[in-house]
């Protein structure tokens, strides 16, 4: 079968011809139907090295791909409730399985994650950039007869922005409340769509492109364009009070100041991105008891919900297709930033 795989540090990843693998005790197979490109991958091939303590659970060689959805191909021994046929989504994120935080379906917490054998799915271990994949039973999230291939990235940038806003819900329960959503690409759209469906709050979004703005608004925020007398502009929508919780889904030094600069008294700020900026903090600026604060995926208990919200037809994802033979080009975009929403690479079109 062809897979896309990540062969060393600092190289571009390779379209290549693998073994179809096959499904272990409490495993399947999934015929793969959509798999997302995420920036992820590219800092892994791009960026990272040895250098970092966690490169050690991503070293080469596998299969990328960590937002995947599929149909189950194979069932492996002592897997039950499982048919051949149905879709699902894969949650990618495994832990230990042992400890508290695995417990609680957050193994993107786990505290043995460094003795782990992997990161996650696509993050050391074969993921879904291929036309098979083996998934453990417990992380498949079920789709129902909602489309699969543009339910894919849901595994990542509807899972992400959906655990951080359900954090910070508290902050927007109540009438008079804003929020805003710092970054609109593939996480920042969904973000909108997730807050105008599951709070009240009024949505705001900035960008520095006009194209991802106008996206927003279409789906009913008020948007603000990057550059001088961006954070004035924010908080005079909010009257002056500031927003109640800020989402940053770039994560650079200069969106984390915005997002201080506009936050309210008792308001949060979530950095979703993972851009390494850093933040300045003194008693005298920062609003009394407001919080900073990261989140990193979320729980599987999060992503069927985020599942439900997408088969109700609460949110959709922006997607870009490409088949299996364009899956390179489809990260060379990426790289390019030519992608606006997600691109998904479709094995079996």
Not at 165 to 171: E, G, L, S, T
Not at 301 to 329: C, N, Q, S
Request: glycine share 12%.
């Amino acid at each position: 079968m062809k897979a896309v795989r990540f062969e060393a540090w600092h190289t571009p990843p390779v379209l290549k011809d693998i073994e179809r693998p096959a499904p272990g005790p409490g495993e399947v197979l999934l015929k793969v139907a959509g798999a997302g490109a995420c920036h992820s991958d590219v800092s892994v091939f791009q960026d990272y090295d040895d250098s970092l303590p966690i490169a050690k659970l991503m070293a080469p060689e596998y299969t990328l791909g960590h937002e995947t959805s599929g149909w189950v191909e194979e069932v492996g021994e002592g897997v039950l409730g499982v048919e051949k046929g149905e879709a699902f989504l894969v949650y990618g994120p495994i832990g230990c399985g042992l400890c508290p935080a695995c417990s609680r379906g957050q193994d993107t917490y786990c505290i043995n994650q460094m003795t782990n054998p992997y990161a996650a799915i696509g993050l050391g271990r074969d993921g879904g950039m291929a036309e098979y994949m083996v998934v453990p039973s417990r992380n498949l999230v079920p789709l129902g007869d909602a489309d699969p291939v543009a339910a894919a990235p849901l595994a990542d940038a509807g899972l992400t922005p959906y655990h951080a806003i359900k954090n910070a819900a508290p902050r927007l329960v109540g009438g008079g409340r804003y929020a805003l959503v710092i970054g609109l690409g593939g996480l920042g759209q969904v973000a909108v769509q997730i807050l105008q469906a599951i709070t009240g709050a009024t949505v705001i979004a900035t960008d520095m492109k006009e194209d991802a703005m106008a996206a927003a608004e279409a789906r009913g925020a008020v948007t603000v364009p990057g550059g001088e007398g961006q954070a004035e502009r924010i908080r005079e929508i909010t009257g002056g009070t500031g927003v109640n919780a800020v989402f940053d889904f770039v994560g650079i030094t200069p969106t984390i100041k915005l997002a201080r600069e506009v936050v309210a008294i008792q308001g949060s700020v979530t950095v979703a991105g993972i851009a390494n900026g850093v933040a300045e903090w003194s008693f005298f600026t920062t609003p009394y008891e407001s919080s900073l604060t990261n989140t990193y995926w979320g729980t599987i208990e999060d992503l069927h919900e985020i599942a439900a919200l997408y088969r109700d037809g609460k949110i959709e994802m922006d997607v870009t297709t490409f088949t299996m033979d364009e899956a390179l080009d489809a990260y060379q975009k990426l790289v390019n930033h030519e992608i606006l929403g997600r691109a998904v690479v479709v094995p079996h079109s």
